[in-house]
């Protein structure tokens, strides 16, 4: 593997802040440092690439994602451009026409629209050439069918329209048998990844997403020019030694855990989440439960026992309620420092209050949250306020979860939101709360360094660009590099540059556009000027 200089730069790097090249020989980095020296080590190098003022840092991590949808939405069954009725049943005609069989696509959004009416069927199977359709709401924990589909699918005891909850489950399920889907979908998601700067994804797997056959294809297509790819298994397991065979019928090491999209609840959007009070707009619903606590008590104890780590899809305050008093009824059974062991996860987490907190610490369970759900349904006559008042006010408190020291990592739950690290950033700074808002290095870590840990894997130098660690980063045309911290908060590191505190791009107006990513040395996505590039 060849030995590569880049330089006249700068570098993300703790171990010099102030680096402007780096030296990467074959799968890891083995200097850097400033100009003078790479001068010397140019002597030295196969390939010497001048960055042309271009950042490098870790790769990003993708703590929470979705290929298949994903890849359906790149490939052009993406709604989520429709702003009202009309808008809608003019995308759904478009995909109709380029399209055989049932008319699938996904990403609506009707919270935004000046008038949240929905077609009604006949005009959304008008649209659709007169066949069935399945679009599947923007949080996909929702979806408008017609009776052709149902008919077609053997539904025809499901009521047509809006469906939610296990009813959407058979929807889905019925229609993965009927129209099985190969690795496409889910290569043009893993492209994407490499082509936004990330090197590592974590898939969130179920049987009622793609199903266990999807999953098996994602993992067996392990592709060294492609971003590495780990996964949950979102299947409840009623005892130790389930837990521990469903583990192990997939390759070593590449499932994390069992859960992810576990799901306790469902989401605000479709007002499935489980509130501990009415929805707002909904008087009398508070939401769906999918689980009952001994459900999740008994999964707790049999991943527990195993050393396997559970996590769990939790929106609502009521599902969290229900989760935490799962934890006590485990801790009574198996001890609370066999919790604490195995890292127990939590996914979105959007509702959480001090006291709930204080008991996520107790048990040491870490959380996966999204910071674009707030930049796109926060905030003064978002969804989130529709939905659900005044209590909307202390949601998605990144801040709190960090000073009470609840380990965190940030993602995108794509589709729901858009692949882009820098964006996450972005949204993580500016909160629709100033108290939720946390700084530029902070968010940027709970993507690349953080997610290691989260994941497991405990080496010291992943996630960052020190001597010995993998060669797994991205380079960025940056125009201006700064430490940013939210305006309202006491930095707790000093924001002048001399003091050495590494810098990351500014993003309040333009985002960095990705020119080369790299995982374990090997090239996935190249965009670098081939004039820049000087082969010795």
């Known amino acids: 593997m060849a030995k590569t200089l880049y330089h006249n730069g700068s570098v993300y790097s703790s171990a010099d802040p102030f680096a402007t090249a780096i030296v990467i020989d074959g799968d890891t980095v083995a200097w850097l440092g400033g100009e003078e020296a790479a001068e010397r080590h140019a002597e030295t190098a196969d390939q010497v690439i001048d960055l042309n003022g271009a950042l490098i840092t870790p790769a990003f991590v993708e703590s929470h994602t979705h290929l298949a949808a994903l890849g359906r939405a790149l490939s052009g069954a993406d709604l989520s451009a429709a702003g009202s009725a009309g808008a809608l049943l003019e995308l759904v005609a478009a995909r109709a026409a380029g399209t055989e069989g049932f008319v699938t696509a996904q990403g609506w959004d009707e919270s935004a629209w000046d008038?949240?009416?929905?077609?009604?069927?006949?005009?959304?199977t008008e649209a659709a050439g007169g066949r069935g359709y399945y679009l599947v709401r923007r949080d996909v924990h929702s979806a408008l069918v017609n009776s052709q589909l149902l008919v077609q699918l053997g539904l025809g005891h499901i009521a047509s329209g809006q469906v939610r909850g296990t009813e959407h489950d058979q929807v889905r399920a019925a229609l993965a048998a009927a129209n099985p889907e190969g690795t496409d979908y889910q290569q043009l998601a893993l492209r994407h990844y490499a082509q936004r700067g990330f090197g590592t994804v974590v898939e969130m797997a179920a049987p009622q997403l793609e199903g266990r056959e999807a999953l098996d294809a994602l993992l067996a297509a392990d592709d060294a020019s492609l971003p590495q790819v780990y996964a949950f298994w979102g299947e409840l397991a009623a005892d130790g030694e389930q837990a521990k065979d469903l583990v192990a019928s997939f390759p070593a090491g590449r499932i994390l855990g069992l859960g992810g999209d576990l799901r306790v609840d469902g989401s605000l959007g479709s007002r499935t989440a489980y509130l501990r009070e009415d929805y707002a707009d909904d008087a009398g619903n508070r939401g769906q439960l999918y689980l009952s606590e001994e459900q999740i008590t008994a999964h707790l104890v049999s991943c527990s026992q195993q050393g396997i780590q559970a996590a769990f899809h939790v929106i609502g305050d009521g599902a969290l309620d229900l989760l935490l008093d799962a934890f006590d009824a485990a801790a009574e059974q198996i001890g609370v420092a066999k919790l604490q062991m195995c890292r127990h996860r939590i996914e979105h987490a959007e509702m959480v209050d001090d006291a709930s907190r204080q008991r996520l610490l107790q048990y040491s369970i870490m959380v996966s949250m999204q910071p674009q759900f707030d930049a796109q349904w926060g905030g003064e006559q978002g969804m989130y306020e529709a939905r659900l008042g005044q209590r909307a006010a202390g949601m998605n408190n990144l801040s709190a979860m960090l000073s009470s020291g609840v380990p965190l990592v940030l993602g995108s739950d794509a589709p729901v939101?858009?692949?882009?690290?820098?964006?996450?950033?972005?949204?993580?700074?500016?909160?629709?709360?100033?108290?939720?808002?946390?700084?530029?290095?902070?968010?940027?870590?709970?993507?690349?360094?953080?997610t290691y840990r989260?994941?497991?894997q405990m080496n010291p130098t992943a996630g960052q660009l020190v001597i010995g660690a993998a060669a797994t980063f991205a380079i960025w045309s940056a125009s201006e590099l700064a430490v940013q911290t939210p305006d309202v908060r006491i930095s707790s590191w000093s924001t002048d540059a001399r003091a050495g505190t590494p810098m990351l791009p500014v993003v309040d107006e333009h985002i960095p556009n990705c020119l080369r990513t790299v995982r374990d040395g090997n090239i996935l996505f190249d965009r670098l000027d081939p004039a820049s590039i000087r082969t010795v």
């Open 115 to 124: 008038r949240a009416e929905l077609p009604s069927e006949a005009e959304l």
């Open 454 to 456: 989260a994941m497991g």
């Open 417 to 450: 939101t858009e692949v882009d690290g820098w964006k996450i950033v972005r949204a993580a700074m500016n909160m629709s709360s100033p108290e939720a808002r946390i700084s530029a290095r902070a968010a940027f870590l709970a993507q690349t360094r953080s």
